[in-house]
């Protein structure tokens, strides 16, 4: 049934959507066979990490009714990706993302909480970048962070949400933390599984390399 779940949700990604993906997939497959140096391996693993998160954003385990959700590690891509190559390209990449989901689903209520939940929200997952010497905190960083545009963007204009006489802030730091807490959880436990942690080291001796 899970399975089918899954399945359920991949659909549901529109063909704007696909399109994009399959650009992003062609452009890193296109530019991994180019001579160029970093440069254009950079561009390839963002292209395919981009391409990764977009898809895995969409196997999801709960959809909250203001926005949000929880899902199948769909962060770790761009925080992959950030911990490879660094903070500020990790802010490109993760900008990148937001505009993609921004795309394909959108939840306005206003066009400066577009930018904050959005382009700036997923570019802070770059800030893992900070830290390349243990992925698992470099989660933590980027996953904090990008919950800090949540939590503001909510307190601002999602305050008329909160119950009455409750502060804007702490329901907005409720809301955000009842899913970004256990979205992160799901990242660090896939972080920790040996698996991928040997999967981690050689993508990032490849990228280096």
Same mark, same amino acid.
């Given at each position: 049934?899970?399975?089918?779940?899954?399945?359920?949700s991949?659909s549901?990604?529109?063909?704007? /959507? %696909?399109?994009?993906?399959?650009?992003?997939?062609?452009i890193?497959?296109? *530019?991994?066979?180019?001579k160029?140096?970093?440069?254009?391996k950079k561009?390839?693993?963002a292209?395919?990490? !981009?391409?990764?998160?977009?898809?895995?954003?969409?196997?999801?385990?709960?959809? *909250?009714p203001?926005?949000?959700?929880i899902?199948?590690?769909?962060?770790?891509? &761009?925080?992959l990706?950030a911990? !490879?190559?660094?903070?500020? =390209?990790g802010?490109?990449a993760?900008?990148?993302?937001?505009i993609?989901?921004?795309?394909?689903?959108? $939840?306005?209520?206003? %066009?400066?909480?577009?930018?904050?939940?959005y382009p700036?929200?997923?570019?802070?997952?770059?800030?893992?970048g900070?830290y390349?010497?243990?992925?698992?905190?470099?989660?933590?960083?980027?996953?904090i962070?990008?919950?800090?545009?949540?939590?503001?963007?909510g307190?601002?204009?999602?305050?008329?949400?909160a119950?009455?006489?409750?502060n804007p802030? %702490? $329901?907005?730091?409720?809301?955000? &933390? /009842?899913?970004?807490?256990? =979205?992160l959880?799901?990242?660090?436990?896939?972080?920790?599984?040996?698996?991928?942690?040997n999967?981690?080291?050689?993508?990032?001796?490849?990228?280096?390399?």
């Amino acid at each position: 049934m899970q399975f089918l779940n899954i399945f359920k949700s991949i659909s549901k990604i529109t063909l704007t /959507s %696909w399109v994009l993906i399959v650009i992003l997939v062609g452009i890193g497959l296109a *530019m991994s066979r180019s001579k160029e140096k970093m440069s254009a391996k950079k561009l390839t693993y963002a292209s395919l990490l !981009i391409a990764m998160s977009f898809v895995l954003s969409y196997i999801k385990f709960l959809q *909250m009714p203001q926005g949000g959700t929880i899902t199948l590690g769909s962060m770790i891509p &761009i925080m992959l990706f950030a911990y !490879i190559f660094g903070y500020k =390209d990790g802010l490109i990449a993760g900008a990148a993302y937001g505009i993609l989901q921004f795309i394909q689903d959108q $939840y306005i209520v206003h %066009w400066a909480q577009v930018i904050v939940d959005y382009p700036l929200a997923f570019a802070a997952l770059g800030l893992a970048g900070l830290y390349r010497k243990n992925f698992s905190i470099a989660l933590i960083i980027g996953g904090i962070s990008r919950m800090i545009f949540h939590i503001i963007s909510g307190a601002i204009f999602f305050a008329s949400y909160a119950p009455e006489g409750m502060n804007p802030l %702490w $329901y907005s730091i409720v809301y955000n &933390i /009842s899913y970004l807490g256990p =979205d992160l959880l799901l990242c660090l436990l896939i972080s920790l599984v040996p698996q991928f942690k040997n999967a981690l080291e050689k993508i990032k001796q490849q990228a280096i390399s």
